[in-house]
């Protein structure tokens, strides 16, 4: 289920406004989310906005390396440490 937070992100008052279009499948199936949680349509897209939105720069602010990455990484700091004085 999503974690609606209880944040900023749905307490503050909320003054901007951004529009989408979407066709009746995304729309029922945004209905029936919020329905099934008992929330408003707003509080539900902003709550899944904000989530996606806080995920999407979770993963973007790091580097997961492959353990082929890793090791060429690791042979580039050894062979530096060979050649230092």
């Known amino acids: 289920m999503l974690d609606l937070p209880t944040d900023d992100v749905c307490t503050k008052k909320h003054t901007r406004t951004t529009q ?3 066709g009746e499948d995304l ?3 945004i209905m ?4 099934v949680l008992g929330v408003d ?3 539900f897209l902003r709550a899944a906005i904000a989530k996606e939105s806080s ?3 979770k993963e973007s602010s790091h580097h997961v390396w492959s ?3 890793a090791d060429q990484f690791a042979a580039g ?3 530096a440490l060979k050649e230092a004085p």
């Open 67 to 69: 353990p082929e990455d």
């Open 27 to 29: 729309g029922e199936l």
């Open 77 to 79: 700091l050894d062979a």
């Open 20 to 22: 989408i279009r979407h």
């Open 55 to 57: 995920r999407v720069l």
């Open 32 to 35: 029936c989310a919020a329905a």
């Open 41 to 43: 349509k707003s509080v």
